[in-house]
């Protein structure tokens, strides 16, 4: 369970360093993102699926140390119940793995084995088949498409954060007469 809340760290840590630290990578990882979950979202609505967690029976329900027996049922009784198709979780950390591979190869090495186990953990927990997964693989490389388009698209526009401030010898703007 801790492999798969390991998710929402990353969700919020791995774009909100860009947030930071590059406003141009920021934006970048959003437009990725908001592709990602878009694609996700409509499938849901298309393609409504239950995880085999709703749908199939197990002769031993899962049962472990006190974090899955204390998050598993919250988990299961917090979704909309039809949203197995494509795996946002698979998605959006492979797009971020993706993206630190590209920006920040560091992080990419270091996050490398806990996303390994979230998608595992996706599978083990019941809250995927095997085909959400790679559906969800499938997303997050359209999102890491979209995000370079995006990039390329950008890449000369002038960027706010670049240009000198005043403090650091820039002309002060003056009005036309």
């Known amino acids: 369970m801790a492999g798969y809340l390991?998710?929402?760290y990353y969700l919020i840590a791995g774009?909100?360093?860009y947030c930071l630290r590059d406003v141009r990578l920021f934006r970048k990882c959003m437009v990725g993102l908001f592709t990602l979950y878009g694609l996700a979202f409509m499938s849901y609505t298309v393609l409504p699926a239950r995880g085999p967690?709703?749908?199939m029976t197990f002769p031993t329900p899962l049962h472990g140390p006190w974090l899955l027996d204390w998050t598993l049922k919250t988990v299961n009784e917090g979704?909309?119940?039809?949203?197995?198709f494509p795996s946002v979780h698979v998605a959006a950390s492979l797009y971020l793995l993706l993206f630190d591979w590209r920006h920040r190869r560091r992080r990419?090495?270091?996050f490398l084995?806990?996303?390994l186990l979230l998608w595992f953990s996706s599978l083990y927990l019941r809250f995927h088949y095997f085909v959400d997964v790679v559906a969800g693989a499938l997303v997050a490389l359209v999102g890491w498409w979209m995000a370079e388009k995006y990039d390329a698209s950008t890449r000369?526009?002038?960027s706010l954060?670049?240009?000198p401030t005043a403090s650091e010898g820039a002309e002060p703007a003056v009005p036309n007469d």
């Open 156 to 158: 000369n526009q002038p």
């Open 79 to 84: 979704s909309n119940r039809v949203d197995a």
């Open 113 to 115: 084995l806990p996303c």
């Open 108 to 110: 990419f090495w270091w």
């Open 15 to 17: 774009p909100g360093y």
């Open 53 to 55: 967690h709703l749908w």
């Open 6 to 8: 390991f998710f929402f």
């Open 161 to 163: 954060n670049i240009l």
